[in-house]
Structure formats: C-alpha cells, structure tokens
C-alpha cells in the first residue's frame, strides 16, 4: 500500500552538516566552518577546494603597535591600508571557490609592545611589565577595532571576529582577575 504522507522537508533543526542553510543574508553551501586559522593563500586555498563553507584567518593585528618577542616570525596585519590588498587576495581566493571569510581581529595587549592589560596586573608567568590602560588608551584601542573592520570591508571580507581568547586584550577586559577597574570599564559584566 502506497503512504500518501507527503515527504515533508527537514527544518533547520534537522538538517546535517552537508546541507545548505541560511544565516541572515548568506547562504552557505554547508554548514562546515573553520575555525581561525593560519592566513596564507595556499593554505585557505586548499580549506575552500575541501568544501569548507567559511573559513576565519588568524588573528589579524589592528594596531599600529610594535610587535615583542611572542610572534617572531612576523604579524599578520590590517593596521594600515597597505594591507588591504593582501587580505583581499585571501577574500578572492575564498570567494571563488563559494565559500566565506571572517577576519579575526586581534589585540595582543600585553604581547604588543603597549603591554596593555585593563588594571596593569601581571599575566600569568609571563616576566613581561604591564600597563594599566587610561580611558584614552581604551578609546585609542575601540578605534583600532573600528578602522580594522573598515579595512576588512574594504578588503572584501564577509564579516569580522573579535579575538577574546589566548590573554588577548579583550580577554583580559572580560576576567574579573585581570580587569579590576571601578570605572566603566571593569566592575559589572555590562561595563
């Protein structure tokens, strides 16, 4: 006997990770994300030829700040519009192979040669001096964000990432051990 149900479409919430779905305005072949991850060209070649759906860079460098001895081999910047072309070739690469890409913005704060914490509190082991962040420094560092973003519009990218992982600076804004401060930027998890 023939079921005369008809076959009703999965809902998102039973799709599978090879199905197609939509996220706002984007529509993703699949729903195969990668993580940050390293940000040379042949690299995230290879991760979009696999069918990955989106891929985010490595943390990308939003400051105009010096770089200390905790990334020798060079940063991987958006401080500047010289940089615009070399995050754009990333963006093409992932674009013509369907796939998206995140900038992952980065603030090192003690890893940069500020040596930025929120309450100059030293971190963890590190024999590194810290300094504890004026409302000026804050702003002069929301405004890195800002410009980053910009430039990575620029560059063709589909979105950003804010870094808060690893004892960058905006982890170190959101631990209670680390952000001490009684003004607006530290006491309550709003501020």
Same mark, same amino acid.
């Given at each position: 006997m023939?079921?005369?149900k008809?076959?009703?479409?999965?809902?998102?919430?039973?799709?599978?990770?090879?199905?197609?779905?939509?996220?706002k305005?984007?529509?993703?072949?699949? =729903?195969?994300?990668?993580?940050? #991850? %390293?940000?040379?060209?042949?690299?995230?070649?290879? +991760? !979009?030829?696999?069918?990955? *759906?989106?891929?985010?860079?490595?943390?990308?460098?939003?400051?105009?700040?010096?770089?200390?001895?905790?990334?020798?081999?060079?940063?991987? =910047?958006?401080?500047?519009?010289? #940089? %615009?072309?070399e995050?754009?070739?990333?963006?093409? +690469? !992932?674009?013509?192979?369907? *796939?998206?890409?995140?900038l992952?913005?980065?603030?090192?704060?003690?890893?940069?040669?500020?040596?930025?914490?929120?309450?100059?509190?030293?971190?963890m082991?590190?024999d590194?001096?810290?300094?504890?962040?004026?409302?000026?420094?804050? +702003?002069?560092?929301?405004?890195?964000?800002?410009?980053?973003?910009?430039?990575?519009?620029?560059?063709?990218?589909?979105?950003?990432?804010?870094?808060?992982?690893?004892?960058s600076?905006?982890?170190?804004?959101?631990?209670?051990?680390?952000?001490?401060?009684?003004?607006?930027?530290?006491?309550?998890?709003?501020?």
């Amino acid at each position: 006997m023939k079921d005369d149900k008809k076959q009703e479409k999965p809902s998102e919430t039973t799709k599978g990770v090879f199905d197609s779905t939509t996220l706002k305005n984007l529509k993703f072949k699949n =729903r195969v994300f990668l993580g940050p #991850y %390293i940000h040379t060209a042949p690299k995230i070649e290879k +991760i !979009v030829e696999n069918d990955v *759906s989106m891929v985010t860079t490595e943390g990308c460098i939003i400051g105009d700040y010096a770089f200390t001895k905790l990334q020798p081999e060079g940063p991987f =910047r958006i401080d500047t519009d010289e #940089y %615009i072309p070399e995050i754009k070739n990333l963006a093409d +690469i !992932v674009h013509k192979n369907n *796939s998206y890409i995140l900038l992952d913005l980065l603030h090192q704060g003690i890893g940069s040669c500020e040596r930025y914490t929120p309450s100059g509190k030293s971190i963890m082991n590190l024999d590194i001096e810290s300094k504890a962040m004026t409302k000026d420094d804050i +702003i002069k560092v929301q405004n890195y964000f800002v410009q980053a973003a910009l430039r990575a519009k620029k560059a063709g990218c589909d979105g950003v990432e804010i870094h808060g992982a690893q004892l960058s600076l905006v982890s170190l804004f959101c631990s209670s051990k680390y952000n001490t401060r009684t003004d607006e930027y530290g006491g309550s998890d709003e501020n």
